[in-house]
Structures are given as structure tokens and as C-alpha cells.
């Protein structure tokens, strides 16, 4: 029985990292955000709360209202559709769903920021307070 558990605990593993490795939507570290944004134009796409994203937010960023996602309401992004977008959140785990939701509305390169603003703010990265 519990050999039947580990076994099903190691394919999972496998069937998740074959997943995140076949995804459209890649989850880069700061170093790549920098290196989208200045090679390519990376639109940053901050999902926090108004009152989260005034505290501290990625230079650049634009705030996209949950009210927006939940209406997959993304016109604010339809002139960037071709370019790569970032989403970020707190900690990088919230963004892959709107990352998911930007992918099916169009957009071609979505991205999610690892470890989100904390990882940014950790990497001692700056940012704009409000």
C-alpha cells in the first residue's frame, strides 16, 4: 500500500513537470523580466489590489482590476498583443490563472513573475511607492 502512494506521488510529480515544461505560459525570474522589458517593450501587468499596488509596485506596472479579470475584460492589453506581458501577483501563484485567462483571450506571450513582487522586492529590485 504505501509503495502504491509513492508511486503515484513520483508520477504526479513527473505528469506536473512535463506540463509546466510544455506550457505556453513560462515562469521567469527577475533577471528575464529586465531582459523582456528592455529587448522587447514586456508590458507588466500587476493583479495585486489597488491599495497593495500603491504600496509598492514594479516601475512600469499597470494595475488590472479583478473586476476586469473576472469579466475577462483585458481592452485596457489589446494594443499588446503581440508583445510579451508579466503578470504579477504577490507571490507568483495567482498570476498563472490570469496568465491562463490572457492565453485564451489572444495573447501569444504570457508570462508569470516567479515568486511575484516579494520575489522582486527579496531580489532587492526597486519599486515605486505611492
Known sequence: ??????????????????KIKMSPIKTIGTQELSFLVNRENAVLVD????????????????????E??????????????????IVICHAGISAQGVANQLLKAGFSKVN?????????????LPVIKK
Do not use: C, Y
Not at 493583479?47 to 479583478?66: G, N, P, T, V, Y
Not at 473576472?70 to 506581458?85: A, V
Open 1 to 18: 500500500m504505501l509503495s502504491v502512494a509513492w508511486l503515484a506521488i513520483f508520477l504526479m510529480i513527473i505528469i506536473t513537470s512535463v
Open 68 to 85: 476586469k479579470i473576472t469579466q475577462n475584460d483585458f481592452s485596457s492589453l489589446e494594443n499588446s498583443k503581440d508583445k510579451p506581458i
Open 112 to 124: 508569470v513573475l516567479k515568486g511575484g513582487i516579494n520575489g522582486w522586492v527579496s531580489a532587492g
Open 47 to 66: 493583479i495585486r489590489d489597488e491599495k497593495d499596488f500603491k504600496a509598492k509596485h514594479i516601475i512600469d506596472s499597470q494595475r488590472l482590476a479583478k
